[in-house]
């Protein structure tokens, strides 16, 4: 059974703090993914990696980073977090194989409060 | 570009009731397309693809491409099956588009 974990469910920052959300993965996937749900507007991607130190910007890349050292972690960082940041963020992994694109297993969200 | 447009934001529908939640996508390649399903409280899973054609929970969807669409749909609503649905469509390096989603809301 794929488990995606986040490091924290819910989360409370000040404007300008440097934010780091962290998303493990057991499955040996080799593409992760970083997203923001927010009510009618769906999910988003801000940033996605198909192997490790590889990245690629998303939808919504503006004011994100991301990491990826080791291949079961995925590290979304907020290098100095604003009110509109406020938001659930959804990590994903899913396999690289031919015929599994787009089955990604998410993990629980992070909800993030910038104030 | 690719696109998934959900047209309605929230659907309230009877328990024994049909449901539908509608789809549409635009993609210049061959589309594969999935459905997802968020429970309160749980994280978002994949409910079904189009690939498969298969049935879960009741559900099924099928893929038309003269008419762009893949429409999820059950015969009789259950209790259970209140949550949020989106529509996904798989674009370049296994990126999924999703749909801005539908609340589904079934009424006892």
């Known amino acids: 059974d794929v488990k995606v974990t986040q490091s924290s469910r819910y989360l409370v920052k000040r404007t300008g703090e440097k934010v780091f959300l962290e998303c493990v993965q057991d499955m040996d996937h080799e593409n992760m993914f970083w997203y923001r749900q927010d009510p009618g507007l769906g999910l988003r991607l801000i940033y996605f990696s198909y192997d490790v130190k590889m990245k690629e910007k998303g939808d919504i890349p503006e004011g994100y980073s991301v990491s990826r050292e080791k291949k079961e972690r995925f590290s979304l960082i907020l290098e100095s977090a604003s009110t509109n940041q406020t938001s659930m963020y959804l990590c994903?992994?899913?396999?690289?194989?031919?015929?599994?694109?787009?089955?990604?297993?998410f993990g629980p969200g992070t909800r993030l409060t910038v104030t | 570009a690719q696109r998934v447009t959900q047209p309605e934001k929230l659907l309230s529908v009877f328990k024994g009731a049909p449901v539908e939640l509608k789809c549409n996508y635009s993609?210049?390649?061959?589309?594969?397309l999935f459905w997802y399903v968020q429970y309160s409280r749980q994280r978002l899973q994949l409910l079904l693809r189009?690939?498969s054609r298969e049935s879960i929970k009741g559900f099924t969807a099928d893929l038309n491409k003269g008419e762009t669409s893949f429409h999820l749909k059950k015969p009789f609503a259950q209790e259970e099956d209140s949550a949020m649905y989106y529509c996904a469509l798989v674009y370049g390096n296994n990126r999924l588009a999703f749909g801005k989603g539908n609340q589904v809301v079934v009424i006892p």
């Open positions: 994903a992994s899913s396999s690289g194989l031919a015929g599994l694109q787009g089955e990604q297993y």
């Open positions: 993609y210049s390649g061959s589309p594969e």
């Open positions: 189009h690939i």
